[in-house]
């Protein structure tokens, strides 16, 4: 299994550019999320799946969409990239299982480091 | 989600065995403690989880105070491989992925 893949690894956009980050998990999970993390902090939450068809909002969604047609796809979209958007983002997956029993672990990707000018 | 408080840093010498704790006095009866860590430039990855009881697995081992309001994260011999950023997370018992990640510990190890 490649487990939880982000395209690209790298990335610098210009002010009101627009692009979608690709993750792909071949692990049949149901969740996935996408999060974000700025120097010197932890992750934060932007939008999160849980299943085919169906999104959320997590804590940062502004300026980002989401869309899950597929399980193994969770694509992140920035509509109009903003310098306040420069950070690398993370995309994860796990299995529908309780939150205190097996198999629950999230599965997180290599990150994409996107700067915007 | 309740709050986590941890250290900013720690640092320990190798092969060494390293504790590194986290106060959740907020925690409430479903809440799993979870760990994870991430190593530079990488994302993170699941260390262990635990309700009341300690728990051992290959990576590290769980122990939780007897009132749950405090755990620690213990590495029986650090690695330099080791050094990360660890993050102790409240997750309640139902289903959901959402993970709240604090500012975490910057674990260093010294060869």
């Known amino acids: 299994n490649a487990g939880v893949t982000q395209t690209p690894k790298f990335q610098v956009l210009k002010t009101g550019q627009s692009m979608t980050l690709q993750c792909a998990q071949d692990?049949?999970?149901?969740?996935m999320s996408w999060y974000r993390q700025d120097p010197g902090m932890g992750l934060r939450l932007i939008h999160y799946?849980?299943?085919?068809?169906?999104?959320d909002q997590g804590e940062v969604p502004n300026g980002y969409n989401v869309s899950r047609s597929t399980t193994e796809d969770f694509p992140l979209r920035l509509l109009s990239a903003a310098p306040s958007q420069t950070s690398v983002y993370f995309c994860?997956?796990?299995?529908?299982?309780?939150?205190?029993?097996?198999?629950?672990?999230?599965?997180f990707g290599p990150g994409t480091r996107l700067t915007v000018l | 989600d309740a709050k986590t408080t941890q250290p900013n840093s720690m640092e320990s010498n190798e092969e060494e065995p390293v504790h590194l704790p986290c106060n959740h006095s907020?925690?409430?009866?479903?809440?799993?403690i979870h760990w994870y860590r991430q190593l530079p430039s990488q994302g993170p990855e699941y260390v262990i989880h635990?309700?009341?009881s300690n728990v051992n697995n290959r990576m590290a081992s769980l122990a939780i105070a007897e009132d749950r309001k405090s755990s620690t994260l213990i590495l029986h011999r650090a690695t330099l491989r080791d050094a990360a950023v660890y993050y102790c997370?409240?997750?309640?018992?139902?289903?959901?992925?959402?993970?709240?990640f604090g500012a975490g510990t910057i674990l260093r190890v010294k060869s």
């Open positions: 994860a997956s796990s299995g529908r299982k309780l939150a205190g029993g097996p198999g629950n672990e999230q599965f």
């Open positions: 692990m049949n999970h149901e969740y």
């Open positions: 799946s849980v299943g085919a068809g169906i999104t």
């Open positions: 907020t925690i409430s009866g479903t809440d799993y």
């Open positions: 635990g309700l009341t």
């Open positions: 997370i409240l997750r309640d018992v139902g289903y959901g992925n959402k993970l709240v």
